[in-house]
């Protein structure tokens, strides 16, 4: 019988398509059971599925890293492939590096660098041998056939420029949040990292960008006639960007989209250019495929602006000079200048893609599992409990975390929408990556 992986995916539109691509190669190349779950259901999966090997993407919560002992001691598996590797900020590195949790009992940690590998070996004293450097696996979409499930280079584009804009302000909503959600927010890193101590900083500071990039929007909508697709965030608060659109003349809607429930996957291999908000991943994925960028700078605050990724990208600190700027990129798309810089930049904190990073994880999982005997699972009846409930909720194709009451509470016109509950993948997401891969390797056009 086939050994079983699940793997743990906690946003189902930043994590899910690089999780579905490794359980793709796991079950393809290697002839594993692969099983994706939300994260919410990581003890639920142990009853329901007795797997053989568990990956999750962090260990840097107590629940969590206390779990992983008594997997170990089940004689589970236990990996982690992080959903964001790039630590640029010290205190960030060391955290992600189990500052907190070194007791987690890891069997496998997946790095996107070697600064994150080198951070685990000394602060949780992992041997090197159970650290593997793979990059990023989501990244792997910008290659082919990966690619191929979101853009046709053979369909027709439109001879005018198309401009990509994205942001990344996930921290100014709590300017009009009651406090006590900051707090929330902020209380696994402010009482112990210190560059987080004064976190309202952080969130006046993305406010005000904010409202600050909105001059940036305008004044490129209204002096120059390019298509334009508006990414926010998938974290932030959507509903400025939802009244600045309402906001516009038919005339400029017919040329402007508001992209709120496309994957970025989608719309950067169809553009023509990348604007993006100071340090963004976006900008990297652009260089992959060999996008011309500019980085909008705002208050350079040390946690948003980073020296190294703005030597690889064109600046513009003015909304009046934007237009201009972006009509001579467009000109001279190439940025030949900024070439050998972003490929050190990829190279140093991103491992140079090359379109096999998921593969590289599925290879690394499976050459364990050869190796290992077979679990000895001690369930209890909570065990049970909650292995019933998540077999309940994937036949109905409901997500883990879902709730009847927070539904019909979502559907009143006053409440917000639960970012919690849009995040939890559902059977139904699965199902669709899991297709799409399919007919990209088999070389099916995507219509």
Not at 2 to 10: Q, S
Not at 42 to 60: D, E, M, Q, V
Not at 372 to 386: K, V
Not at 440 to 445: D, V
Request: proline letters at 6%; one cysteine or more.
């Amino acid at each position: 019988m086939a050994k079983t992986v699940v793997i743990l995916v906690d946003n189902k539109k930043r994590d899910l398509p690089g999780a579905a691509l490794v359980a793709h190669h796991l079950e393809t190349r290697f002839h594993l059971k692969c099983v994706l779950q939300p994260l919410e259901s990581w003890r639920s999966c142990l009853a329901a599925f007795k797997p053989n090997y568990i990956l999750f993407n962090h260990l840097t919560a107590s629940h969590l890293a206390y779990f992983s002992i008594r997997l170990r001691d089940m004689g589970i598996l236990v990996g982690v492939l992080p959903n964001e590797g790039i630590n640029y900020n010290q205190d960030d590195l060391e955290f992600n590096a189990g500052r907190y949790h070194s007791y987690a009992h890891i069997d496998q940690f997946f790095c996107w660098n070697e600064f994150h590998k080198k951070a685990l070996m000394t602060i949780m004293n992992l041997n090197e041998e159970n650290i593997f450097i793979v990059g990023v696996p989501r990244f792997d979409y910008y290659f082919e056939p990966w690619i191929n499930i979101f853009f046709n280079p053979q369909r027709v584009v439109s001879h005018k420029p198309h401009l990509l804009v994205c942001t990344n302000f996930v921290f100014a909503q709590y300017k009009d949040l009651p406090k006590i959600d900051a707090d929330r927010h902020f209380s696994p890193w402010k009482d112990r990292l210190p560059s987080y101590s004064n976190y309202w900083e952080f969130i006046e500071v993305n406010a005000r960008s904010r409202a600050r990039f909105f001059d940036f929007l305008n004044t490129l909508i209204t002096r120059t006639d390019y298509s334009l697709d508006l990414k926010p965030h998938p974290s932030e608060d959507h509903e400025p960007y939802k009244k600045w659109f309402k906001g516009l003349s038919p005339a400029h809607k017919e040329r402007i989209s508001l992209r709120l429930r496309e994957t970025i996957f989608e719309l950067l291999p169809a553009c023509h250019l990348e604007i993006s908000c100071e340090r963004c991943t976006t900008a990297l994925e652009s260089w992959i495929l060999g996008k011309p960028t500019i980085e909008l700078v705002f208050d350079r605050h040390p946690l948003f602006f980073d020296e190294a990724t703005s030597r690889c990208n064109r600046l513009c600190d003015d909304p009046e000079k934007l237009p201009d700027l972006v009509g001579e990129i467009l000109a001279h798309p190439r940025q030949e200048d900024l070439r050998e810089n972003r490929q050190l930049h990829l190279a140093t904190w991103c491992t140079s893609p090359a379109g096999d990073s998921s593969l590289k994880v599925a290879r690394c999982i499976a050459e364990a599992l050869e190796k290992q005997p077979d679990p000895g699972f001690n369930l209890n009846l909570e065990d049970r409990r909650r292995a019933l409930k998540l077999k309940v909720k994937n036949f109905l194709g409901l997500a883990y975390g879902s709730n009847p009451w927070k539904v019909l509470w979502s559907l009143m016109p006053w409440v917000k929408p639960y970012f919690l509950e849009s995040k939890y993948i559902t059977p139904s997401d699965v199902i669709r990556w899991q297709d799409k891969i399919r007919q990209a390797e088999s070389g099916i056009p995507r219509i």
